[in-house]
T-cell receptor, first 110, second 118 residues
Framework: DAKTTQPPSMDCAEGRAANLPCNHS???????VYWYRQIHSQGPQYIIH???NNETNEMASLIITEDRKSSTLILPHATLRDTAVYYC???????????FGKGTRLSVIA | DVKVTQSSRYLVKRTGEKVFLECVQD?????MFWYRQDPGLGLRLIYF???????EKGDIPEGYSVSREKKERFSLILESASTNQTSMYLC?????????????????FGPGTRLTVL
């Protein structure tokens, strides 16, 4: 699986968009980009995933660059409850288990 | 909604005890996983299973075994608990069928069991 690189921490003001970057420069053509988050003392929660096209669901949007070497997770209107560790993972679908790195600790500030 | 449940949220055991951690999923998922999570080390895969009675070692299987007798249930066993197994244990499941080549690897996690071994 391709290695991903994320900043260790970020802050975001409540109500503003949170943009979380992820670099995956060695990603191969059929590896998906997955995003999860983990709120303190809970199990990780799936957010979104994509292959090439940008994706949006009720939680977030995923923007993948055309060369697929990086992506950005966007939480459009961050709330205090979005404070969590966010994990970006690149993986072949169904081939090997997902490998979680250290993620980005997002703090949403009132 | 997918539901993954774990038998206990908190568990305290003594060194040398045999410990069973149970995980049940209600969505007929093919794959199930056990991770442990420790501060500064992130999530580490212990074992996973992609079918009933099948198991594969993850990154840190030493000191653990697993059992999957039914599709919905995946048990993690600590044969003789030690203090270095004090950790948060997380179970997950996903739908991808390796045989059929369909589904997605999206993993759904349980709430976790915080195990303390004294």
């Amino acid at each position: 699986d391709a290695k991903t690189t994320q900043p260790p921490s970020m802050d975001c003001a409540e109500g503003r968009a949170a943009n979380l970057p992820c670099n995956h420069s060695t990603i191969s053509g059929n590896e998906y980009v997955y995003w999860y988050r983990q709120i303190h003392s809970q199990g990780p929660q799936y957010i979104i995933h994509g292959l090439k096209n940008n994706e949006t669901n009720e939680m977030a949007s995923l923007i993948i660059t055309e060369d697929r070497k990086s992506s950005t997770l966007i939480l459009p209107h961050a709330t205090l409850r979005d404070t969590a560790v966010y994990y970006c993972i690149a993986s072949y679908s169904g081939n090997t288990p997902l490998v979680f790195g250290k993620g980005t600790r997002l703090s949403v500030i009132a | 909604d997918v539901k993954v449940t774990q038998s206990s949220r908190y568990l305290v055991k003594r060194t040398g005890e045999k410990v069973f951690l149970e995980c049940v999923q209600d969505m007929d998922h093919e794959n199930m996983f056990w991770y442990r999570q420790d501060p500064g080390l992130g999530l580490r895969l212990i074992y996973f299973s992609y079918d009933v009675k099948m198991k594969e070692k993850g990154d840190i299987p030493e000191g653990y075994s697993v059992s999957r007798e039914k599709k919905e249930r995946f048990s993690l066993i600590l044969e003789s608990a030690s203090t270095n197994q004090t950790s948060m244990y997380l179970c997950a499941s996903s739908l991808f069928s390796r045989l059929a080549g369909i589904g997605t690897d999206t993993q759904y996690f349980g709430p976790g069991t915080r195990l303390t071994v004294l």
